[in-house]
């Protein structure tokens, strides 16, 4: 598997703080979810 993704440029540069909270959160979920499918019995 392969994933890329940025999370770069003038957006991100305004509110470091934020995205760096929101980019947590995104890979949290993510996580989560890749978590899930592998403990998935089917």
């Given at each position: 598997m392969r994933?890329?993704?940025s999370w770069s440029g003038d957006p991100v540069d305004a509110d470091t703080e934020n995205?760096?909270?929101l980019l947590g959160q995104s890979?949290?979920?993510?996580?989560?979810?890749?978590?899930r499918t592998a403990e998935d019995p089917a």
């Open positions: 994933n890329e993704e995205s760096r909270k890979l949290d979920a993510w996580l989560e979810h890749l978590r």
